[in-house]
């Protein structure tokens, strides 16, 4: 996760696309699709991104409130849309409830749709990060940028050409035997 950037150097409308391009062929529960991307590439909308997120006793402790970035996409889920699909005969529930859902698919799918924007810019020679938004400033973002109640951001993505220097974090890995069990979780 990259959180300093080269600022002299934009990302190229065509990686942008593909970016983008990528995140619209995640997985979906029932193919649903709930998911929206805003993307805001200019340094007036970050730095309104920044004002917008900067609410509430805690917001000085989240990176969206002080990120420089040449661009910032924000993936956001929206439950409704997974509420109306399964709803549909062909789903078997005759009710928009979530009370049966056993994890937020909304929210999962749309996270698998940034990881495919952080996997693409890895691949594209960027850097990027995932981080979060302050809950207290989901308001003041939705203004800020119009975005429809129905719509949740699950964080937002940092991309650029990093400005980092290269970091080797294999030893802070966990090893393999401490999070992956096979056959059994434990013996």
């Not at 699709?33 to 909308?45: I, S």
């Not at 006793?57 to 990120?67: K, S």
Request: proline share 8%; net charge negative.
């Amino acid at each position: 996760m990259v959180r300093s950037y080269d600022m002299d150097r934009p990302v190229p409308p065509e990686v942008v696309q593909r970016l983008l391009h990528n995140a619209q062929r995640a997985p979906s529960a029932g193919f649903s699709q709930g998911w929206g991307f805003l993307v805001l590439d200019t340094p007036a909308d970050i730095a309104r991104f920044r004002d917008a997120c900067q609410v509430g006793e805690l917001a000085d402790n989240y990176l969206a409130t002080r990120i420089e970035a040449p661009l910032l996409i924000v993936p956001h889920s929206n439950k409704g849309v997974y509420l109306d699909r399964y709803a549909r005969p062909d789903k078997g529930h005759t009710d928009r409830s979530d009370s049966w859902w056993p994890a937020p698919y909304w929210d999962i799918d749309t996270g698998m749709a940034a990881l495919l924007i952080l996997q693409t810019a890895v691949d594209e020679g960027l850097g990027a990060c995932f981080f979060g938004l302050p809950l207290t400033a989901y308001d003041s973002y939705r203004a800020a940028f119009g975005v429809p109640a129905e719509f949740t951001p699950i964080g937002a993505i940092s991309v650029g050409y990093s400005d980092e220097p290269v970091r080797d974090l294999r030893s802070r890995r966990k090893p393999a035997a401490e999070v992956v069990h096979r056959g059994r979780w434990s013996g």
